[in-house]
Nanobody, 114 residues
Framework: QVQLVESGGGLVQPGGSLRLSCAAS????????MGWYRQAPGKQREFVAT???????DYVDSLKGRFTISREIRKNMWYLQMSSLKPEDTAVYYCYAYGSQAYWGQGTQVTVSS
């Protein structure tokens, strides 16, 4: 089993930046890919970004250039750096990990509002 805990969410003004963190524990050796999804109010959960064990990253097209995913393998952590935030980025952000199965964190709220 893998346990994931997100942190770093909060309230930020439009145009601001925020960095989310995800800490993994447990059977971390099984993780092959990791990343982030988000779910805005009244909408389905959507893919945001992913990074695999080779360091290859991928993003949803609409967020390329504003969001950056990174990882620290030794710390079993990965991050989502978000910049130029917009009100439509308001959502609960979930980190995930995939190895033999998918694992999810509990989510962290990001609210972009003036």
């Amino acid at each position: 089993q893998v346990q994931l805990v997100e942190s770093g969410g909060g309230l930020v003004q439009p145009g601001g930046s925020l960095r989310l963190s995800c800490a993994a524990s447990g059977s971390v050796f099984s993780i092959r890919t990791m990343g982030w999804y988000r779910q805005a109010p009244g909408k389905q959960r959507e893919f945001v970004a992913t990074v695999n064990n080779y360091g290859t990253t991928d993003y949803v097209d609409s967020l390329k250039g504003r969001f950056t995913i990174s990882r620290e393998i030794r710390k079993n952590m990965w991050y989502l750096q978000m910049s130029s935030l917009k009100p439509e980025d308001t959502a609960v952000y979930y980190c995930y990990a995939y190895g033999s199965q998918a694992y999810w964190g509990q989510g962290t709220q990001v609210t972009v509002s003036s």
